[in-house]
């Protein structure tokens, strides 16, 4: 755990620049995120493509709704956003106009009116174009750490990370070796990450030996 939380322990939301907390702003920023990063485009390109948004402006609901179509679509191609931006332009578009309608510009309201419960959450954020079940899994595996009622929230790909490190591949066993929900959303991230790299299990391995 020291080894992997270590090397890899970093949530995707810090990477991208977002401090994530229990308000409008960094919440909305992680659904951006989580919707970028489910697209079959790599974890690089979509935290790059984050970043140029949001240092662009659009890292609120009314920002994205007010930037121009090909203002989106620029911010994408700085971040080399490029297989995937014009759709991506306009689904943002969408997205923050729904959130805006429906939810007043608030994900703590969809939160609310779920009641906490996880798989209703992520019924409602796959109402947002380009979230389906991985942009939900990305979004709750990382707002765990600031929603409580989500947690513990493992999915495959994660528990398929601890399966080759020999950590436990069941969401309840695997959740109690962390000690605080911040670690279980990096220590949900790391395992991503190993999932999709051999050589960083390898690498953990030897490091732990």
Do not use: C
């Not at 919440?27 to 493509?49: D, H, K, N, T």
């Not at 990382?142 to 513990?152: G, L, R, S, T």
């Amino acid at each position: 755990m020291d080894a992997l939380l270590d090397r890899y322990g970093r949530t995707f939301a810090l990477e991208s620049g977002i401090k994530l907390s229990d308000r409008p702003k960094p919440l909305y920023q992680l659904l951006v995120l989580a919707m970028l990063l489910s697209a079959r485009i790599s974890a690089e390109i979509a935290v790059a493509a984050a970043k140029e948004l949001f240092a662009a402006g659009y890292g609120t609901p009314a920002g994205m709704r007010d930037a121009s179509w090909q203002d989106r679509v620029d911010a994408l191609g700085r971040g080399h956003y490029r297989r995937y931006d014009e759709r991506t332009s306009t689904m943002l578009g969408k997205g923050a106009e729904l959130l805006i309608d429906r939810w007043k510009g608030d994900l703590r309201r969809l939160r609310n009116a779920a009641e906490g419960d996880p798989r209703r959450i992520a019924e409602l954020l796959m109402e947002f174009p380009g979230i389906g079940p991985t942009g939900a899994d990305i979004f709750l595996r990382e707002v765990q750490a600031v929603w409580p009622q989500v947690a513990p929230h493992l999915d495959q790909r994660v528990l398929e990370g601890a399966g080759k490190l020999g950590l436990p591949r069941q969401e309840r066993p695997l959740a109690r070796l962390a000690h605080s929900n911040d670690e279980l959303a990096r220590l949900s991230a790391a395992l991503v990450r190993v999932s999709r790299s051999k050589k960083s299990a390898d690498e953990i391995k030897a490091a732990a030996r």
